[in-house]
């Protein structure tokens, strides 16, 4: 196997399996590195073939296969180029993917109306505007919001309840797989943005690109709205546009 390495628009090689995996043990390549072989439609970058790792292994090949040559005094391989810096994601992309991704959870609302018979959905519109009114107003009285809330739980029937936990689940089960294969949630793909590692740019794990950007943040919204929310805003016009769940997952948003 013939493998070409490229950085910042200079190509180099070609080069065996066992080499390339020699450079990436001694890092005198990185995973931001673009490489290409036989077989490949498009050049890649390390990280995404290596799966973050240093050492690339493709799939149906076997080191058997070809000649292996040893020799006493192997020679050194280095890429004399410069690094590649990635561009940083747009503010206005990021906002967009993001509605994108809101937009996608509005669906569970219509599942809950839609097993309705024209008699509750009428009590449901009343109970909400009237929930409305009450949370408008500053003095009412708080166990009668409550009160009006539970009612309004009640009117749902369970099957709808149901369905609607259905559709979340396989949302978030969606989301998680496109992040942790790709880097990107359905609107990240839209607006052609992806998440990588803050320092190295190399694609990163489910854990950290969905439980740890995602999921805890859903959780902190729900308990601290509209603090983080507001944090979060701040936080994104910074140098590197890293966002609180960034930072805290150690991950930038880059263009693809």
């Given at each position: ?6 950085r910042?628009n200079?190509?180099?090689?070609p080069?065996s399996?066992?080499?390339v ?7 005198q ?6 490489a290409?072989h ?9 990280g995404?073939?290596?799966?973050g790792k240093?050492?690339?292994e493709?799939v ?14 192997e020679?050194?391989?280095t890429i004399?180029v410069?690094?590649k810096v990635?561009d ?6 990021r906002?967009l993917a ?10 569970a609302?219509?599942i809950?109306?839609s097993f309705?018979?024209?008699?509750q959905?009428q009590?449901?519109?009343q109970?909400?505007?009237q929930?409305l ?6 003095s009412?009285?708080?166990a ?5 809330q539970?009612?309004?739980f ?5 099957q709808?309840?149901?369905?609607m936990c259905a559709?979340i689940?396989?949302m ?8 942790g ?7 990240k793909k ?7 590692d803050a320092?190295t740019?190399?694609?990163?794990s ?8 995602s ?5 902190l919204n729900?308990i601290?709205?509209p603090l983080?929310?507001?944090?979060e805003?701040?936080?994104a ?8 769940h960034?930072?805290?997952a150690?991950?930038?948003v880059i263009k693809?």
């Amino acid at each position: 196997m013939q493998i070409y390495l490229a950085r910042n628009n200079q190509q180099a090689g070609p080069y065996s399996l066992e080499q390339v995996n020699q450079m990436l043990a001694s890092q005198q390549v990185l995973l931001t590195d673009l490489a290409w072989h036989e077989g490949m439609a498009e050049w890649k970058t390390l990280g995404e073939l290596t799966q973050g790792k240093l050492v690339y292994e493709p799939v149906g090949y076997s080191p058997f296969s070809s000649q292996i040559k040893t020799e006493t005094n192997e020679p050194t391989y280095t890429i004399k180029v410069e690094k590649k810096v990635s561009d940083l994601a747009s503010i206005p992309s990021r906002f967009l993917a993001k509605v994108i991704d809101i937009f996608l959870w509005l669906p569970a609302t219509f599942i809950l109306t839609s097993f309705f018979t024209a008699e509750q959905a009428q009590k449901f519109t009343q109970l909400n505007e009237q929930l409305l009114q009450l949370m408008a107003d500053r003095s009412s009285d708080i166990a009668l919001a409550q009160k009006v809330q539970t009612e309004i739980f009640a009117i749902v029937p369970s099957q709808a309840w149901i369905a609607m936990c259905a559709y979340i689940i396989i949302m978030l089960m969606i989301q998680a797989f496109l992040i942790g294969k790709s880097g990107q949630s359905i609107g990240k793909k839209l607006t052609k943005i992806k998440i990588v590692d803050a320092e190295t740019s190399a694609p990163v794990s489910t854990i950290r690109g969905f439980w740890l950007r995602s999921i805890v943040f859903i959780i902190l919204n729900l308990i601290t709205v509209p603090l983080i929310s507001v944090l979060e805003s701040l936080f994104a016009f910074g140098k590197k546009r890293q966002t609180l769940h960034d930072k805290l997952a150690k991950t930038k948003v880059i263009k693809q």
